[in-house]
Protein backbone atom coordinates (compact mmCIF):
# COMPACT_ATOMS: atom_id res chain seq x y z
CA UNK A 1 0.00 0.00 0.00
CA UNK A 2 1.46 3.64 -1.31
CA UNK A 3 1.96 6.17 1.55
CA UNK A 4 -0.59 8.56 0.63
CA UNK A 5 -3.34 5.72 0.89
CA UNK A 6 -1.70 4.83 4.19
CA UNK A 7 -2.30 8.40 5.33
CA UNK A 8 -6.07 8.45 3.71
CA UNK A 9 -6.91 5.66 6.05
CA UNK A 10 -5.20 6.86 8.79
CA UNK A 11 -6.43 9.80 9.10
CA UNK A 12 -9.90 8.00 8.51
CA UNK A 13 -9.44 5.85 11.60
CA UNK A 14 -8.43 8.57 13.72
CA UNK A 15 -11.60 11.14 12.86
CA UNK A 16 -14.29 8.05 12.64
CA UNK A 17 -13.05 6.92 16.07
CA UNK A 18 -12.35 10.10 17.89
CA UNK A 19 -15.86 10.71 17.30
CA UNK A 20 -17.63 7.95 18.23
CA UNK A 21 -15.37 6.45 21.11
CA UNK A 22 -16.77 8.13 23.93
CA UNK A 23 -20.27 6.74 23.05
CA UNK A 24 -19.23 2.91 22.34
CA UNK A 25 -17.73 3.10 25.54
CA UNK A 26 -20.77 3.81 27.15
CA UNK A 27 -22.95 1.31 24.77
CA UNK A 28 -20.47 -1.24 25.63
CA UNK A 29 -20.60 -0.89 29.36
CA UNK A 30 -24.24 -0.67 29.24
CA UNK A 31 -24.37 -3.94 27.34
CA UNK A 32 -22.21 -5.70 29.43
CA UNK A 33 -25.01 -5.82 32.27
CA UNK A 34 -27.73 -6.30 29.97
CA UNK A 35 -26.30 -9.60 28.21
CA UNK A 36 -27.15 -11.10 31.67
CA UNK A 37 -30.65 -9.28 32.16
CA UNK A 38 -32.66 -11.80 32.63
CA UNK A 39 -30.19 -13.44 35.38
CA UNK A 40 -29.76 -10.16 37.26
CA UNK A 41 -33.39 -9.24 37.10
CA UNK A 42 -33.91 -12.54 39.19
CA UNK A 43 -30.52 -12.18 41.50
CA UNK A 44 -32.25 -8.26 42.22
CA UNK A 45 -35.56 -9.83 42.77
CA UNK A 46 -36.92 -7.96 40.42
CA UNK A 47 -38.13 -10.78 37.59
CA UNK A 48 -41.22 -12.82 38.34
CA UNK A 49 -41.52 -16.55 38.72
CA UNK A 50 -43.21 -19.58 37.57
CA UNK A 51 -42.18 -22.90 38.40
CA UNK A 52 -42.73 -25.47 35.97
CA UNK A 53 -44.58 -29.02 36.93
CA UNK A 54 -45.27 -32.18 35.24
CA UNK A 55 -48.99 -31.83 34.83
CA UNK A 56 -49.15 -28.38 33.44
CA UNK A 57 -52.55 -29.90 31.39
CA UNK A 58 -55.44 -27.90 32.73
CA UNK A 59 -54.70 -24.01 31.47
CA UNK A 60 -56.86 -20.94 31.98
CA UNK A 61 -58.25 -19.25 28.79
CA UNK A 62 -56.89 -16.56 27.20
CA UNK A 63 -60.30 -14.62 27.95
CA UNK A 64 -59.95 -15.87 31.63
CA UNK A 65 -56.51 -14.67 31.97
CA UNK A 66 -57.28 -11.17 30.32
CA UNK A 67 -59.87 -10.82 32.68
CA UNK A 68 -57.98 -11.40 36.15
CA UNK A 69 -55.18 -9.00 34.66
CA UNK A 70 -57.97 -6.03 33.89
CA UNK A 71 -58.85 -6.20 37.79
CA UNK A 72 -55.52 -5.68 38.90
CA UNK A 73 -55.48 -2.51 36.59
CA UNK A 74 -59.46 -1.24 36.67
CA UNK A 75 -60.37 1.31 34.28
CA UNK A 76 -57.43 0.01 31.94
CA UNK A 77 -57.35 -1.36 28.22
CA UNK A 78 -55.28 -4.40 26.53
CA UNK A 79 -52.85 -3.58 24.65
CA UNK A 80 -50.69 -6.62 24.70
CA UNK A 81 -50.23 -10.26 25.60
CA UNK A 82 -47.28 -12.31 25.28
CA UNK A 83 -46.24 -16.08 26.26
CA UNK A 84 -43.02 -17.37 27.79
CA UNK A 85 -41.22 -20.32 26.32
CA UNK A 86 -39.77 -21.75 29.15
CA UNK A 87 -42.53 -21.12 31.69
CA UNK A 88 -46.68 -21.50 31.60
CA UNK A 89 -46.49 -17.82 32.01
CA UNK A 90 -48.75 -15.53 30.40
CA UNK A 91 -47.64 -12.08 30.50
CA UNK A 92 -50.37 -8.86 30.01
CA UNK A 93 -49.86 -5.04 28.88
CA UNK A 94 -52.56 -2.60 30.01
CA UNK A 95 -52.56 1.40 29.67
CA UNK A 96 -55.19 3.81 29.91
CA UNK A 97 -55.88 3.67 25.79
CA UNK A 98 -54.88 1.27 23.24
CA UNK A 99 -52.43 4.20 21.93
CA UNK A 100 -50.93 5.01 24.79
CA UNK A 101 -47.03 5.84 25.07
CA UNK A 102 -45.00 3.04 26.63
CA UNK A 103 -44.13 5.18 29.99
CA UNK A 104 -48.00 4.24 30.82
CA UNK A 105 -47.91 1.00 30.15
CA UNK A 106 -47.92 -1.42 32.59
CA UNK A 107 -46.86 -5.20 32.48
CA UNK A 108 -48.19 -8.18 34.83
CA UNK A 109 -47.25 -11.91 34.79
CA UNK A 110 -49.86 -14.14 35.59
CA UNK A 111 -49.68 -18.36 36.07
CA UNK A 112 -51.50 -19.97 32.96
CA UNK A 113 -52.43 -23.01 34.80
CA UNK A 114 -53.66 -21.01 37.67
CA UNK A 115 -54.66 -17.62 36.79
CA UNK A 116 -52.12 -16.74 39.73
CA UNK A 117 -50.65 -13.27 40.04
CA UNK A 118 -47.18 -13.58 40.14
CA UNK A 119 -46.40 -9.31 39.88
CA UNK A 120 -45.43 -6.88 37.89
CA UNK A 121 -42.43 -6.41 35.71
CA UNK A 122 -40.25 -3.91 37.46
CA UNK A 123 -39.58 -0.96 34.35
CA UNK A 124 -38.04 1.33 36.48
CA UNK A 125 -35.03 -1.04 38.27
CA UNK A 126 -31.67 -1.14 37.32
CA UNK A 127 -31.73 -3.16 34.61
CA UNK A 128 -34.33 -1.10 33.05
CA UNK A 129 -32.21 2.07 33.16
CA UNK A 130 -29.46 0.62 31.47
CA UNK A 131 -32.01 -0.31 28.42
CA UNK A 132 -32.93 3.31 28.30
CA UNK A 133 -28.99 4.91 28.41
CA UNK A 134 -28.26 1.55 25.83
CA UNK A 135 -30.84 2.27 23.60
CA UNK A 136 -31.56 6.18 23.84
CA UNK A 137 -29.82 7.72 26.62
CA UNK A 138 -33.39 8.62 27.51
CA UNK A 139 -33.64 10.95 24.76
CA UNK A 140 -36.34 8.49 22.25
CA UNK A 141 -36.09 8.52 18.67
CA UNK A 142 -34.03 11.30 18.15
CA UNK A 143 -31.70 9.45 20.67
CA UNK A 144 -31.78 5.81 18.77
CA UNK A 145 -30.93 7.46 15.65
CA UNK A 146 -27.98 9.46 16.87
CA UNK A 147 -26.10 6.28 18.68
CA UNK A 148 -27.23 4.38 15.15
CA UNK A 149 -24.73 7.26 13.49
CA UNK A 150 -22.48 6.28 16.19
CA UNK A 151 -22.31 2.61 15.44
CA UNK A 152 -21.97 3.34 11.77
CA UNK A 153 -19.22 5.91 12.17
CA UNK A 154 -17.58 3.21 14.37
CA UNK A 155 -17.90 0.41 11.74
CA UNK A 156 -16.01 2.89 9.34
CA UNK A 157 -13.49 3.24 12.42
CA UNK A 158 -13.74 -0.90 12.36
CA UNK A 159 -12.76 -0.97 8.39
CA UNK A 160 -10.18 1.66 8.16
CA UNK A 161 -8.09 0.37 11.08
CA UNK A 162 -8.02 -2.57 9.57
CA UNK A 163 -6.60 -1.20 6.74
CA UNK A 164 -4.06 0.89 8.54
CA UNK A 165 -2.68 -1.94 10.77
CA UNK A 166 -2.30 -4.49 7.79
CA UNK A 167 0.94 -2.56 6.82
CA UNK A 168 2.22 -2.22 10.53
CA UNK A 169 1.49 -5.96 11.28
CA UNK A 170 3.43 -7.35 8.41
CA UNK A 171 6.49 -6.10 10.13
CA UNK A 172 5.44 -8.62 13.51
CA UNK A 173 4.77 -12.29 14.03
CA UNK A 174 0.97 -12.58 14.75
CA UNK A 175 0.12 -12.06 18.76
CA UNK A 176 2.90 -10.26 19.06
CA UNK A 177 2.99 -7.99 22.90
CA UNK A 178 6.21 -6.14 23.09
CA UNK A 179 5.97 -6.06 26.88
CA UNK A 180 9.79 -5.40 27.05
CA UNK A 181 9.22 -2.25 25.50
CA UNK A 182 7.84 1.34 26.13
CA UNK A 183 4.14 1.52 27.73
CA UNK A 184 3.03 2.95 24.64
CA UNK A 185 4.28 0.31 22.13
CA UNK A 186 2.80 -2.57 24.73
CA UNK A 187 -0.91 -0.95 24.79
CA UNK A 188 -0.33 -0.70 20.94
CA UNK A 189 0.56 -4.30 20.44
CA UNK A 190 -2.90 -5.13 22.67
CA UNK A 191 -5.09 -2.95 20.79
CA UNK A 192 -3.95 -4.30 17.43
CA UNK A 193 -4.58 -7.96 18.53
CA UNK A 194 -7.68 -7.75 20.22
CA UNK A 195 -9.04 -5.49 17.52
CA UNK A 196 -8.03 -8.32 14.97
CA UNK A 197 -9.28 -10.96 17.64
CA UNK A 198 -12.84 -9.06 17.77
CA UNK A 199 -12.95 -7.65 14.17
CA UNK A 200 -16.01 -10.30 13.43
CA UNK A 201 -17.85 -9.86 16.71
CA UNK A 202 -17.65 -5.85 16.31
CA UNK A 203 -18.73 -5.65 13.13
CA UNK A 204 -21.52 -7.80 13.58
CA UNK A 205 -22.68 -6.28 16.94
CA UNK A 206 -21.95 -2.91 15.42
CA UNK A 207 -23.95 -3.28 12.48
CA UNK A 208 -27.15 -5.14 13.93
CA UNK A 209 -27.14 -2.14 16.28
CA UNK A 210 -27.29 0.02 14.05
CA UNK A 211 -30.58 -1.69 12.39
CA UNK A 212 -32.20 -2.05 16.02
CA UNK A 213 -31.96 1.79 16.37
CA UNK A 214 -33.77 1.95 13.11
CA UNK A 215 -36.63 -0.03 14.55
CA UNK A 216 -39.58 3.02 14.69
CA UNK A 217 -39.38 3.60 11.39
CA UNK A 218 -39.02 0.11 10.25
CA UNK A 219 -41.90 -0.47 12.26
CA UNK A 220 -44.12 2.48 11.25
CA UNK A 221 -42.83 1.21 7.50
CA UNK A 222 -44.67 -2.16 8.04
CA UNK A 223 -47.52 0.01 9.61
CA UNK A 224 -48.35 2.08 6.48
CA UNK A 225 -47.76 -0.53 4.06
CA UNK A 226 -48.54 -4.41 4.94
CA UNK A 227 -51.10 -3.59 7.84
CA UNK A 228 -52.38 -1.13 6.09
CA UNK A 229 -52.95 -3.34 3.10
CA UNK A 230 -54.00 -6.42 5.22
CA UNK A 231 -56.38 -4.20 6.75
CA UNK A 232 -57.65 -2.01 3.76
CA UNK A 233 -61.78 -3.22 3.64
CA UNK A 234 -61.97 -1.89 7.37
CA UNK A 235 -60.51 1.28 6.76
CA UNK A 236 -64.14 3.26 6.90
CA UNK A 237 -65.88 0.72 9.38
CA UNK A 238 -66.25 1.84 12.84
CA UNK A 239 -63.95 -0.18 15.31
CA UNK A 240 -65.92 -2.70 17.53
CA UNK A 241 -67.05 -1.09 21.37
CA UNK A 242 -65.64 -2.75 24.20
CA UNK A 243 -67.29 -5.46 25.72
CA UNK A 244 -68.67 -6.59 22.43
CA UNK A 245 -65.30 -8.29 20.54
CA UNK A 246 -65.17 -11.78 19.67
CA UNK A 247 -62.95 -14.56 21.92
CA UNK A 248 -59.91 -13.72 22.57
CA UNK A 249 -58.86 -17.12 23.33
CA UNK A 250 -60.53 -18.56 19.87
CA UNK A 251 -59.14 -16.04 17.71
CA UNK A 252 -55.54 -17.39 18.82
CA UNK A 253 -57.33 -20.90 17.86
CA UNK A 254 -58.69 -19.57 14.85
CA UNK A 255 -55.12 -18.07 13.85
CA UNK A 256 -53.03 -21.30 14.60
CA UNK A 257 -55.07 -23.56 12.92
CA UNK A 258 -54.84 -21.77 9.46
CA UNK A 259 -50.32 -22.23 10.70
CA UNK A 260 -50.24 -25.34 11.50
CA UNK A 261 -46.88 -26.43 13.68
CA UNK A 262 -46.46 -22.50 14.42
CA UNK A 263 -46.65 -21.10 18.39
CA UNK A 264 -47.47 -17.95 19.42
CA UNK A 265 -45.63 -15.27 20.48
CA UNK A 266 -47.96 -12.08 21.33
CA UNK A 267 -51.54 -10.96 20.61
CA UNK A 268 -51.40 -7.14 19.84
CA UNK A 269 -55.29 -5.53 20.73
CA UNK A 270 -57.16 -3.78 18.50
CA UNK A 271 -55.93 0.10 18.53
CA UNK A 272 -52.73 -0.60 19.04
CA UNK A 273 -49.65 -0.11 17.36
CA UNK A 274 -48.68 -3.60 16.19
CA UNK A 275 -52.51 -4.20 15.03
CA UNK A 276 -55.38 -2.12 13.43
CA UNK A 277 -58.73 -0.41 15.27
CA UNK A 278 -60.72 -3.84 14.33
CA UNK A 279 -58.54 -6.61 14.25
CA UNK A 280 -56.63 -9.03 17.25
CA UNK A 281 -53.13 -9.23 15.65
CA UNK A 282 -52.30 -13.24 16.49
CA UNK A 283 -47.73 -12.78 15.58
CA UNK A 284 -46.76 -16.51 15.07
CA UNK A 285 -43.14 -17.96 15.29
CA UNK A 286 -42.07 -21.33 13.95
CA UNK A 287 -40.38 -24.69 15.66
CA UNK A 288 -36.60 -24.06 14.81
CA UNK A 289 -34.26 -21.62 16.53
CA UNK A 290 -34.03 -19.18 13.34
CA UNK A 291 -37.55 -19.80 12.35
CA UNK A 292 -39.07 -18.32 16.36
CA UNK A 293 -36.88 -15.22 14.85
CA UNK A 294 -39.43 -14.42 12.33
CA UNK A 295 -42.87 -13.64 12.68
CA UNK A 296 -46.57 -14.05 10.85
CA UNK A 297 -48.71 -11.96 11.81
CA UNK A 298 -52.34 -13.17 11.53
CA UNK A 299 -55.10 -10.92 11.81
CA UNK A 300 -58.41 -11.55 13.00
CA UNK A 301 -61.45 -9.18 12.75
CA UNK A 302 -62.56 -8.58 16.61
CA UNK A 303 -65.67 -8.02 16.25
CA UNK A 304 -66.50 -11.48 14.25
CA UNK A 305 -63.47 -13.83 15.45
CA UNK A 306 -63.34 -14.27 11.49
CA UNK A 307 -59.54 -14.73 10.09
CA UNK A 308 -59.09 -11.86 7.36
CA UNK A 309 -55.26 -12.05 6.56
CA UNK A 310 -52.42 -13.85 7.25
CA UNK A 311 -48.87 -13.07 5.56
CA UNK A 312 -44.85 -13.16 7.04
CA UNK A 313 -43.84 -9.53 7.77
CA UNK A 314 -41.53 -8.11 4.88
CA UNK A 315 -37.94 -9.12 4.71
CA UNK A 316 -37.43 -5.52 6.20
CA UNK A 317 -38.76 -6.08 9.10
CA UNK A 318 -37.45 -9.84 9.60
CA UNK A 319 -34.39 -8.26 9.39
CA UNK A 320 -34.93 -6.00 12.21
CA UNK A 321 -36.17 -9.66 13.86
CA UNK A 322 -33.37 -11.18 13.68
CA UNK A 323 -30.52 -8.80 14.38
CA UNK A 324 -32.34 -7.87 17.94
CA UNK A 325 -31.57 -10.93 19.65
CA UNK A 326 -28.21 -11.38 17.72
CA UNK A 327 -27.13 -8.29 19.19
CA UNK A 328 -27.22 -9.22 22.89
CA UNK A 329 -26.22 -13.00 22.47
CA UNK A 330 -29.64 -13.60 23.14
CA UNK A 331 -30.44 -16.98 21.43
CA UNK A 332 -27.65 -19.37 22.74
CA UNK A 333 -28.06 -19.71 26.54
CA UNK A 334 -25.56 -18.90 29.24
CA UNK A 335 -22.61 -19.95 27.32
CA UNK A 336 -23.15 -17.52 24.06
CA UNK A 337 -23.92 -15.13 27.22
CA UNK A 338 -20.50 -15.56 28.95
CA UNK A 339 -18.47 -15.56 25.20
CA UNK A 340 -20.44 -12.27 24.13
CA UNK A 341 -19.71 -10.65 27.69
CA UNK A 342 -16.15 -11.56 27.11
CA UNK A 343 -16.13 -10.11 23.61
CA UNK A 344 -17.31 -6.86 25.52
CA UNK A 345 -14.41 -6.73 27.65
CA UNK A 346 -11.95 -7.30 25.36
CA UNK A 347 -14.34 -4.30 22.80
CA UNK A 348 -13.51 -2.04 25.78
CA UNK A 349 -9.92 -2.54 26.03
CA UNK A 350 -9.78 -1.50 22.26
CA UNK A 351 -11.41 1.43 22.78
CA UNK A 352 -9.79 2.55 25.77
CA UNK A 353 -6.48 1.43 24.40
CA UNK A 354 -7.00 3.66 21.41
CA UNK A 355 -7.89 6.75 23.84
CA UNK A 356 -5.05 6.37 25.67
CA UNK A 357 -2.84 5.99 22.24
CA UNK A 358 -4.08 9.03 20.53
CA UNK A 359 -3.68 11.44 24.35
CA UNK A 360 -0.23 9.92 24.12
CA UNK A 361 0.59 11.03 20.75
CA UNK A 362 -1.96 13.50 19.60
CA UNK A 363 0.70 16.18 19.09
CA UNK A 364 3.12 13.81 17.31
CA UNK A 365 3.54 15.38 13.38
CA UNK A 366 1.38 12.68 11.18
CA UNK A 367 4.54 12.08 9.21
CA UNK A 368 5.93 10.43 12.07
CA UNK A 369 3.37 8.21 12.69
CA UNK A 370 3.41 6.99 9.05
CA UNK A 371 6.76 6.43 9.52
CA UNK A 372 6.05 4.40 12.30
CA UNK A 373 3.02 2.08 11.04
CA UNK A 374 5.88 1.32 8.17
CA UNK A 375 8.70 0.12 10.17
CA UNK A 376 5.90 -1.47 12.49
CA UNK A 377 6.96 0.13 15.78
CA UNK A 378 10.42 -1.51 15.40
CA UNK A 379 12.41 2.00 15.86
CA UNK A 380 10.24 3.80 18.35
Known sequence: MKAPTIRAW?????????????????????GLPLIFHHEIDVALGEGVRAEPIPDASRMKTLDELLTLALEKRPGEVPVFMSFDEDRPATNVTTAPRPDSPEAEMKLQTLDRRTGEHLGFINEEGVMALFLRLHVDMFAGLPGMLF??????????????????????????????????????????????????????????????????????PIIQLWQIG??????????????????????????????????????????????????????YAVFLQG??????????????????????????????????????????????????????????VFTIIVLGSGLYLWLGRRRTPVEARLAELKSGGLSA
Open 10 to 30: YLVHKWSSLVCTVFLLMLCLT
Open 226 to 279: QLAEMTAPYKNQSPPQPGKMASVHQAVETVKAAAPGMRVQFIAFPGGSFSSKHH
Open 287 to 344: DTPLRKKLLTPGLVDARTGELTAIRPMPWYAQGLLLSQPLHFGDYGGLPLKILWAILD
Open 147 to 216: LGAMGFVFFISVVSGVAVYGPFMKKLAFGTVRTSRSTRLKWLDYHNLLGIVTLAWVSVVGLTGVINTLST
